[in-house]
């Protein structure tokens, strides 16, 4: 059973916009809700998280939103820069705090 | 401290062969974990360790694979007759046990394993 869900494989943006990558979840028992990036040939790094009591977050140019009701994680970048482009994995704690869920990852890429 | 140190980097073995995972976390994490990352996959659970205590091991692939951490510092996986569908991403991360669930793990570079 797939908890956590990226629907979107791959996203493309120009730089100085936008970036919105979306995670879609179906378990209620998760209380941290993260973000991680990942270059080619590196482990994960941390980027943002947002507890489940909260419902947005910003860290500069990084802002994540949690939608409790539609169960709806999403982080909005802005301004886009190229070396953004890398691959985005949402993830999830659960309550016990023993291990993190992935999603699958979008892949970001962000033109000059 | 620089960070998860894991090695090898690369690992070619032959079907059937065993191989062996090494992950130094970092030193002041209690917290040791294994995940695994496939080909257009997120990295996915393998087992943890609080110190040198297995805590959560039922999400081992299958009893080919082990895991230890006899001293609570570095820890080891094995695989035991390698089959292909093993080629992946060995992933360690470490936190400390009191983790603030803000801030997540800190993953290694990872091992990359091919079976042929």
């Known amino acids: 059973d797939q908890q956590v869900k990226q629907n979107s494989p791959s996203l493309s943006v120009q730089e100085g916009r936008i970036s919105i990558l979306n995670c879609d979840y179906t378990n209620s028992m998760f209380d941290y809700f993260l973000w991680y990036k990942k270059y080619p040939a590196e482990g994960p790094t941390f980027l943002i998280s947002?507890?489940?009591?909260?419902d947005k977050n910003e860290d500069g140019r990084f802002t994540v939103f949690l939608n409790k009701s539609a169960k709806h994680l999403s982080l909005h970048i802005v301004p886009s820069q190229p070396g953004d482009s890398a691959v985005y994995f949402c993830a999830f704690r659960d309550n016990a705090g023993n291990m993190l869920t992935f999603g699958g990852g979008t892949r970001l890429m962000v033109k000059p | 401290d620089t960070g998860v140190s894991q090695d090898p980097r690369h690992k070619i073995t032959k079907r059937g062969q065993n191989v062996t995972f090494r992950c130094d976390p970092i030193?002041?994490?209690?917290?040791l974990y294994w995940y695994r990352q496939t080909l257009g996959q997120g990295p996915e659970f393998l087992t943890y360790f609080q110190n040198e205590a297995q805590l959560e091991k039922s999400r081992l692939l299958s009893d080919r694979f082990s895991a230890e951490r006899p001293k609570g510092s570095f820890s080891t996986l094995e695989i035991q007759r390698t089959e292909q569908g093993d080629s992946a991403m060995y992933l360690c991360?470490?936190?400390?046990?009191?983790?603030?669930?803000?801030?997540?793990?800190?993953f290694g570079s990872g091992t990359r394993l091919t079976v042929v």
């Open positions: 991360a470490s936190s400390p046990r009191e983790s603030r669930g803000d801030y997540g793990y800190t």
């Open positions: 030193s002041e994490h209690n917290r």
């Open positions: 947002i507890s489940s009591i909260k």
